[in-house]
């Protein structure tokens, strides 16, 4: 079990989905022990794209990764769950999930294992937040260092102002220095989906998914059109997934009993 708790030190749970040891999750651990606890819940291996996935057909292993550090052979969502319910000395005040190498923007945010960690935190009664930097053209980030100042900003307004039940933060930073902040909305556009097929060495075909190039920003308040330029991106998110604008539409479909 971790150290014993400080009860003035809020208890920050921080988990991320490339791995626990990718160097965006050091980065984010080590900016946020300034304003608390840091207790870090990391799968083994790099695990993007899990979206929320929870594991219930195998056990999971908790392996201790130093003070306060714990690797697990599950998903994002098992982690922050392990985390939340084994692993803190007292429930946390707060979770952050990164950072993660790549944006998660526009349609990618319901894949992504990223904001899924900071959903199963909100899920769980916890303000969540969610921090992913742009890469460059070669899929690297040189530096995680504006992403996890801003983090800690960001977190120290969650622990002030605290979020609204069942909202989630999903902050993304552009590469570089960002010309300023932008509150916005989810796009609905985003990479174009490829596949590509090869053979393997005994001739047979497989297949490998990867994001393509990404269609032109939409909308001018998405997360997208502030990424494009060169704003950090905040979008609030509704871990409720009700479309009010179907419920009277459908009523009236007068649906009949099988
Ligand atoms: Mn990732």
């Not at 994002?76 to 979770?95: A, E, M, S, Y």
């Not at 190039?213 to 997360?223: H, K, R, S």
Request: charged share 20%.
């Amino acid at each position: 079990m971790p150290d014993s708790p400080h009860p003035d030190r809020p208890v920050i749970l921080v988990t991320n989905d490339d791995g626990i040891e990718a160097p965006g999750i050091a980065a984010l651990a080590e900016a946020l022990s300034a304003l608390g606890q840091v207790i870090v819940a990391a799968p083994d291996r790099e695990r993007s794209g899990a979206g929320h996935a929870l594991t219930l057909s195998q056990p999971l292993r908790v392996h201790d990764a130093g003070p306060d550090r714990f690797r697990i052979d599950g998903t994002p969502t098992d982690c922050v769950h392990l985390g939340v319910f084994n692993l803190t000395p007292q429930k946390p005040t707060l979770v952050v999930s990164g950072i993660n190498r790549g944006l998660n923007v526009g349609d990618d945010v319901t894949y992504s294992g990223t904001v899924a960690g900071a959903l199963e935190g909100t899920l769980l009664g916890i303000p969540s937040i969610a921090v992913s930097t742009a890469t460059d053209d070669d899929g690297n980030v040189a530096d995680y260092g504006p992403a996890a100042r801003f983090a800690v900003t960001m977190a120290r307004r969650v622990l002030e102002h605290g979020l609204p039940e069942r909202q989630l933060l999903n902050v993304n930073l552009p590469q570089g220095d960002p010309k300023g902040v932008r509150i916005t909305r989810q796009g609905t556009r985003t990479y174009r989906a490829a596949v590509v097929e090869r053979l393997d060495p005994s001739g047979r075909p497989y297949y490998w998914i990867a994001g393509a190039d990404m269609t032109p920003a939409g909308e001018p308040d998405g997360d997208h059109a502030a990424i494009d330029q060169g704003y950090i991106s905040v979008t609030p998110l509704d871990a409720n997934m009700t479309d009010t604008r179907g419920l009277a539409p459908l009523a009236d479909w007068e649906l009949p009993l099988p």
